[in-house]
């Protein structure tokens, strides 16, 4: 195993907090069905009115800050470690990987420990294996891991897979600003749309494409790499576990769909290693290092790949 924070996770803690109230879990439907309601509805409306030039680039716009936020931010920086990053830097990727409305910086990082820690087999939060493997069972754990999971009660216990964030007083305080948060990435285009078109309407489709549609497209990116990459794709790296490179997703999910060779190398800070596997974040983390604004960048070690290469 890697030599990253994951290792030391199994403790005297429990895994799970206490269960999320009736009311929390009611607003994570709302969060859940009504982008991938307007997800679905976006073809027809687009087929006749509503979509602008102004939308388009607050959804472009929008969706990169917010997938940046979680793959260079919550994923490998906060949870693996993958690189360093200057105080100012830090904060900005949590406060972006907390537009993307998938949860606060903490337990987003505490559910991928997890899973990193219980991949495939009982206690990861999300496995599509988890009911078997047959037809209905892994058509039902796919729906699981790709977003049943999100609204299943357990709260996976902080204090045990990221008391290093805990003990982080700025994480802290964007944890608590998570609801003004999601009111941000949703409520601000709007807000733009209406100003710059001087209508109502303006602000409605703004909220609309820059809002809904693209929150529901970055969701189901991100959910896409905990079912079908754990499911459908190709394993060119040994990892222990189900996960696959599925390249279609790539270039949406910024690189993260090259979930095999991640799995192997979970630290490293590029998970594209072979040749023509683009991954967009690792580009911007080394933008980043040449700016002096990350350092102590793990980026892949050939050895270390070569000997974890499949001969079959």
């Known amino acids: 195993m890697s030599t990253s924070v994951i290792t030391t996770l199994p403790g005297p803690k429990p895994m799970i907090e206490e269960p999320q109230s009736p009311a929390a879990v009611a607003m994570l439907w709302v969060f859940v069905v009504a982008p991938f309601v307007a997800l679905f509805a976006a073809v027809p409306i687009a087929w006749g009115w509503g979509l602008s030039a102004l939308d388009a680039t607050m959804a472009i716009i929008g969706y990169l800050i917010a997938v ?5 931010g919550f994923h490998r920086h906060l949870t693996h470690g993958s690189f360093k990053a200057k105080r ?37 939060p999300h496995s599509p294996w988890r009911y078997g493997t047959g037809v209905r069972a892994l ?21 045990r897979f990221a008391p290093d964030l805990l003990a982080d007083r700025g994480i802290r305080v964007i944890d608590r600003l998570f609801l003004p948060l ?13 100003l710059v078109t001087g ?11 820059a809002g809904l549609v693209r929150m529901a497209l970055l ?37 993260e769909s090259w979930h095999n060779s991640h799995h192997a190398d979970p630290t490293g800070a590029r998970h594209g290693v072979l040749r023509g596997q683009i991954d967009p974040a690792a580009r911007l983390i080394w933008i980043f290092e040449k700016l002096g604004w990350a350092h102590d960048v793990r980026w892949p070690d050939p050895a270390r790949l070569a000997a974890r290469r499949r001969t079959v």
């Open 139 to 159: 058509a039902k754990g796919l729906w699981y891991a790709h977003c049943g999971w999100f609204l299943n009660p357990e709260v996976t216990n902080r204090a």
């Open 68 to 72: 940046a936020g979680v793959t260079v």
């Open 199 to 209: 209508t109502w309407t303006g602000a409605l489709t703004a909220f609309f494409w």
């Open 219 to 255: 969701h189901h990116v991100t959910w896409s790499v905990n079912s079908i990459c754990h499911v459908v794709g190709e394993r060119p790296f040994n990892s222990k576990d189900k996960a696959t490179n599925f390249w279609p997703l790539a270039i949406l999910s910024f690189g």
């Open 88 to 124: 100012p830097l830090r904060l900005a990727l949590a406060v972006a990987g907390s537009l993307a409305v998938e949860g606060p910086p903490t337990t987003w990082v505490s559910d991928h420990r997890r899973h990193h820690a219980f991949t495939d087999r009982e206690g990861d």
């Open 182 to 194: 999601i009111a941000l990435s949703l409520l601000l285009p709007a807000v733009i749309g209406g």
